[in-house]
């Protein structure tokens, strides 16, 4: 979801690659350049209609920052001194220069808007054919923030993966999984721990403003080493009470790499988490595991994965299909608005990757050569994840759904800082080797697919009654069942017609988009929910 830097060839088709995140095709990376403005504050006037070159406003800022950038080298920072005028115009011509849909946006007066406010509205209004908002994902986060997650992995918080499954009151909220050594994993919280109470306000059902901003400071601490108290109703509906206290975490990307044992071979299953630079190291391992134990079927967990790095997606396609299946194919193609100059394609790559420099290394990739794949889905799985199913459909792969319908976001943008906050606005669609990729509704799981966004496979949902691989838990026995029969579990109470799910960016992306946890832009609210969007 991001800029593309225009380096060597080589160095380019990567860093398009490596920036999307988020999305079916998103990128990431953030405008590191220097400022190439003049010492001179430009004008700010607004004339309904017209646009001056964004690149006349970049890094005038209300608020400069001042040192360097410890994510860029230690540069110093390119800010000058400007005003949030100056912030709000170059958010106008930005959008309006590489939006995707620019010509849907209204053209507002700036002077009428903070520059949080302003950015909030330079989006289409428009409606997808299920009624859905077609973009759902404008968002804007810290750039400090941004890229602490995103290049070293690091989040602030207690480890929790949360699984908002009604977010206005009566709530319910389940842990989906934690991060290893993690505060809430050091204090026994595990999958499927329902929160009761927080701080003492009952988190259920408070919808006082009060309680509301009692849960959120501690759903959301705004440091490390705040400790805040939880209550939780765990698997045995046991009520466990824990003080738990926020601190900087290292996530875990790629985890539970398993060997099943089936009537058809040997199974790998893999949980993956999020498409960030380090896990790549993790995928490697699990591909090399599953080789080495000559696994005939993968299952890839992707239920809560929303999306990052649309290179690492193109990778593990690799290391799914391998060469022949691969060579000289498209992963990828990104679909611009009519100022933007067509970029190449995506590829499988082959090889690792240098993300810190965005540069394709000689070192090659382990694959496994399989013409099929089981993947597990919720609504959480979006962006990348969705790029990595509908780049195997494009050559042939098949792919087998087990879960839930996904988020539905064909759509990707590049990352881009500004006066310290990081801007993420859609500027491309992506579309597989075979020019699909209308998907804006999500893939939909199918025992008899009639169209392009339904897949093949069994609707069950998502089950909190057992951890992540445990073969008996509901969607990684799913699989197992197809494996095994060719078919979906005859157990009909697991199998669901499930509604198009209602999803609001996280994060990818946060998302998920999951830069942070996808709660980030779904704070509870006594109305009863703010849309951060």
């Given amino acids: 979801m991001f800029k593309v830097y225009r380096l060597t060839k080589i160095s380019a088709l990567v860093a398009s690659a490596l920036a999307l995140s988020a999305c079916g095709g998103g990128g990431g990376g953030s405008d590191a350049t220097n400022n190439p403005n003049s010492g001179v504050a430009p004008d700010t006037t607004w004339t309904a209609g017209t646009y001056s070159s964004a690149s006349t406003f970049k890094n005038y800022c209300e608020t400069p920052r001042t ?45 009428n808007f903070t520059v949080s406010e302003f950015f909030k509205q330079l989006k289409t209004t428009q409606l997808t054919d299920s009624g ?14 941004y890229k602490k997650e995103t290049q070293a992995g690091v989040v602030s918080g207690y480890g929790i993966e949360w699984s908002a499954i009604a977010r206005s009151a009566p709530r319910d909220f389940k842990v989906a999984f934690t991060e290893p050594n993690s505060p809430a994993a050091n204090a026994g919280i595990e999958r499927g721990f329902k929160l009761t109470y927080v ?55 790629v985890q539970n790499i398993k060997i099943l044992d089936s009537a058809q071979g040997k199974v790998g299953y893999v949980q993956f988490n999020a498409h960030i630079a380090k896990a790549q190291d993790g995928l490697i391992s699990a591909v090399k595991q599953f080789s080495d134990a000559n696994v005939s079927d993968l299952v890839v967990d992707l239920r809560y994965n929303g999306g990052g790095l649309l290179a690492l997606a193109s990778q593990f396609a690799y290391m799914v299909a391998g060469d022949n299946a691969t060579a000289s194919r498209t992963f990828e193609q990104t679909v611009f608005n009519d100022k933007t100059t ?32 089981f993947v597990l889905t919720t ?26 319908q996904t988020c539905g976001k064909p759509y990707g943008f590049y990352p881009t800082d500004n006066c310290s906050t990081t801007y993420f606005s859609i500027q491309f669609s992506g579309v597989n080797a075979k020019g699909f990729g209308d998907y804006a509704d999500g893939f939909k799981p199918s025992l008899a697919p009639q169209y392009d966004d339904q897949i093949k496979g069994c609707d069950l949902s998502d089950d909190f009654s057992k951890v992540l ?30 509604p198009k799910p209602s999803y609001t960016h996280n994060k990818e992306d946060v998302f998920d988009i999951r830069y942070q946890s996808f709660l980030l832009e779904n704070k509870i609210n006594a109305q009863p929910i703010k849309q951060e969007q």
């Fill in 132 to 145: 859905a908002a077609k973009d759902q994902f404008h968002f804007a986060q810290n750039t400090a923030d």
């Fill in 379 to 404: 609504s959480q799985t979006c962006s990348a994840s969705e790029a990595f199913i509908n780049g195997l459909q494009g050559i042939d792969v098949e792919v087998i759904q087990i879960g839930g």
């Fill in 67 to 111: 040192g360097t950038d410890p994510y860029n080298n230690n540069q110093p920072y390119p800010d000058k001194l400007g005003a949030a005028a100056h912030e709000k115009m170059w958010l106008r011509s930005w959008t309006n220069e590489t939006y995707l849909w620019y010509d849907e946006v209204p053209d507002n007066n700036p002077a």
């Fill in 342 to 373: 067509p970029s190449a394609p995506t590829p499988f790559y082959s090889k690792q990757i240098d993300y810190s420099a965005s540069v394709l290394t000689n070192t090659n990739l382990p694959s496994l050569s399989l013409n099929r794949v």
């Fill in 199 to 253: 701080n003492g306000v009952d988190f259920i059902n408070d919808n006082t403003q009060a309680g509301v901003n009692t849960i959120n400071a501690a759903l959301f601490p705004s440091g490390t080493g705040e400790t805040h108290q939880f209550t939780f109703l765990n698997r045995a509906n046991q009520t466990v009470t824990v003080n738990l206290t926020s601190a900087d975490l290292e996530s875990s990307p």
């Fill in 469 to 498: 691989g445990d073969p008996s838990e509901r969607l990684l026995n799913g699989a197992l069942t197809y494996i095994n029969t060719g078919s979906c579990p005859v157990n009909k109470t697991q199998m669901r017609s499930a």
